[in-house]
């Protein structure tokens, strides 16, 4: 007789499996239920041992299903884990990745980090905010940008508007050739008054060589070309979505330039901008954007955060890139520090920026009379406002300044490029935050958060892209690569804990500034 080992008392008390499974026992997994049929048969393994399985696999660098299979047919771990059930195959494994869990992973997600916060490792005080770029899982041959489909746009539009002018003087029609865009419904309906007109005429087409066709025939074909193309445009104008460029294999996708450039090229790959934030060195947060900038990616990250999680971050740390008066305004309005580098901190301390006389900051600025004064002592002074509408849609009021008289400046060559006065646009308000903002960065405070921003931000992506190797998604779509990376997150998060839990390092949330 041969009697079944059991696989526990191979696995190590301390062993991160441990953990994993203690952790996730204390989940609730009702929502999770809710996404299978209740007719049918029960599924071979446990929704919640096969949600673990994942997330073991994603602790230990293993993404593909078809590896995460094998690994659960040979590796101890994965046995335990699946509690004595069958091994799941591939396609299960992935029916689970990207139907399953694609409506509930943030909720299982947001419980992680509340039982964070029971343990004492997430107080809800400073979150660390990053973002870097991912390549999707698309082809990168298969781009369409949005510059290009305008302008081929035009000329369909310049075609179809004089095809409809010479068809009207053809059959004595009155169809509207206005200046506004032609619509596909529109040519439908001139589509249809030919057919009629071939089928009362008994037209015949014909194709090959040597056959000649009727001219009805050749106003057909160029018309539903016209319809097809238009309709074409029609679609990528409403993938774009703001963006300038989307992939055919993955419209979500953007092109965007990545740190990994091995042919050193600049070369445009179609990827996703990744946004966490972390407390504690866990990440706390997670969102996925097509938007390559990541000052528009602030607002919407945040009013995620406020959705999911019970409270809200006091301080919000974030570097240059996030830095606009609307993300400053949004910070304050939700009673929250900013802790934003300025773009032009790391520039202002060079000699190059305090010898630059066209420089606002090296003027000398009287507040009652609201101007400037040069180096030439030339006053500028105020003409007017003027209104700066952002991408987002952000409308920010813009003061307006000239110089008195540029003509006889012996600076003017150093100071502007402008034929004539010198002028300045600038808003107030924008200025106004950036001092509180820089005032909070160079507090003693703001030297901790900032030196522990670069530590735990850029360590965890460091940690994700180096040490876990993941540069680029299996799945497609926005909602499969949340999915895909918010497991990524639930591993890192776990060996974050289980090596504090084993080095003793638990209930410390930030670096202490180490002095030579």
Request: glycine letters at 4%.
């Amino acid at each position: 007789m041969i009697f079944p080992i059991e696989t526990g008392i191979l696995i190590p008390e301390d062993d991160s499996a441990r953990l994993l499974s203690q952790i996730m026992e204390e989940l609730d997994y009702t929502i999770l239920m809710k996404a299978y049929s209740k007719k049918g048969r029960n599924p071979e393994v446990l929704p919640k041992n096969l949600f673990k399985i994942l997330l073991y696999a994603y602790m230990n660098n293993i993404y593909s299903s078809r590896k995460i299979e094998k690994a659960c047919q040979r590796d101890i771990n994965f046995m335990w884990l699946l509690q004595g059930h069958k091994a799941p195959d591939h396609n299960t494994i992935a029916r689970f990745r990207t139907k399953r869990l694609i409506n509930i992973i943030d909720n299982l997600f947001s419980q992680f980090v509340t039982k964070l916060q029971e343990l004492g490792e997430v107080e809800y005080k400073n979150i660390f905010i990053d973002g870097t770029k991912i390549e999707s899982m698309a082809n990168k041959y298969t781009f369409v940008w949005k510059k290009s489909t305008n302008k081929f746009e035009i000329k369909l539009q310049e075609k179809i508007k004089n095809f409809i002018k010479d068809f009207n003087l053809d059959y004595n029609t009155e169809y509207i050739v206005s200046e506004k865009k032609v619509e596909s419904i529109y040519l439908q309906e001139i589509l249809k008054f030919l057919n009629e007109k071939r089928k009362n005429e008994n037209i015949v087409f014909v194709t090959g060589k040597g056959k000649r066709k009727t001219k009805i025939q050749k106003e057909i074909e160029v018309l539903e070309e016209c319809i097809k193309k238009q309709s074409k445009y029609d679609s990528y104008n409403d993938t774009f979505e703001g963006r300038n460029s989307f992939s055919k294999t993955d419209k979500d996708a953007t092109f965007m330039h990545m740190k990994e450039d091995h042919m050193r090229n600049s070369q445009l790959k179609p990827g996703y901008n990744i946004q966490i934030g972390v407390e504690g060195e866990y990440i706390v947060g997670i969102d996925v954007s097509n938007q390559r900038s990541d000052q528009l990616t602030l607002i919407p990250f945040l009013d995620k955060l406020s959705a999911t999680l019970p409270q809200k971050f006091s301080n919000v740390v974030a570097d240059a890139g996030y830095e606009s008066e609307e993300n400053y305004l949004y910070l304050e309005s939700n009673n929250q520090n900013s802790y934003i580098k300025p773009q032009t901190y790391e520039s202002m301390k060079k000699r190059s920026f305090r010898k630059n006389i066209g420089k606002r900051e090296n003027m000398d600025y009287d507040e009652s009379n609201d101007e400037y004064t040069c180096c030439n002592n030339v006053k500028l002074r105020r003409i007017g406002t003027t209104t700066r509408t952002s991408k987002s849609g952000y409308k920010s009021e813009v003061t307006m300044y000239e110089a008195d008289d540029c003509r006889e400046c012996k600076h003017k060559l150093k100071c502007t490029k402008a034929k004539g006065n010198k002028t300045m646009q600038t808003s107030k308000t924008f200025l106004k935050k950036r001092l509180k903002s820089l005032e909070n960065i160079t507090s003693t405070e703001g030297i901790l958060l900032r030196m522990n921003r670069s530590i735990q931000v850029e360590g965890a992506f460091g940690v994700l892209k180096g040490d876990y190797g993941f540069k680029r998604f299996l799945t497609r779509g926005t909602n499969n690569v949340k999915t895909e990376f918010t497991l990524l997150c639930f591993g890192y998060n776990i060996n974050k804990l289980h090596n504090k839990i084993q080095n003793n390092r638990c209930g410390k949330p930030l670096h202490d500034i180490k002095v030579a």
